[in-house]
């Protein structure tokens, strides 16, 4: 089933939703243009996502909960904790607890 994109000027909420793990869908994508994607990750406590790259220019911002993500250094991120990281670099994430993150990509 293909995920439904919001449209410009749509509201969508991203507050904390609760548990992740009672959440059907652990990715939402919100966006997708030629140089701009968004997305809210759900990961519930204990899950990771291996490490990998992306070409663009990744923010990420921890909505809820507690992760580490491991890059050139280990951070440790919790609600309201926001990061930035270079095109083309590896990283790797980690749920201590039940997390949602804004995911946002920047393609050049």
Known sequence: MA???V???EVVHLGPVGSASNQKSKTHALVKTN??????LMLPRGTSIRPHSVEGHISLFCIEGAITLEANRTVEM???DW????????H?????????????????
């Open 3 to 5: 995920l439904t994109h």
């Open 7 to 9: 449209s410009a000027g």
């Open 35 to 40: 140089r701009f994607e968004a997305a809210q």
């Open 78 to 80: 919790r609600a309201g």
């Open 83 to 90: 990061l930035y990281l270079e095109g083309g670099e590896r």
């Open 92 to 108: 790797a994430l980690t749920a201590h607890e039940d997390s949602s993150l804004l995911l946002t990509i920047l393609f050049e």
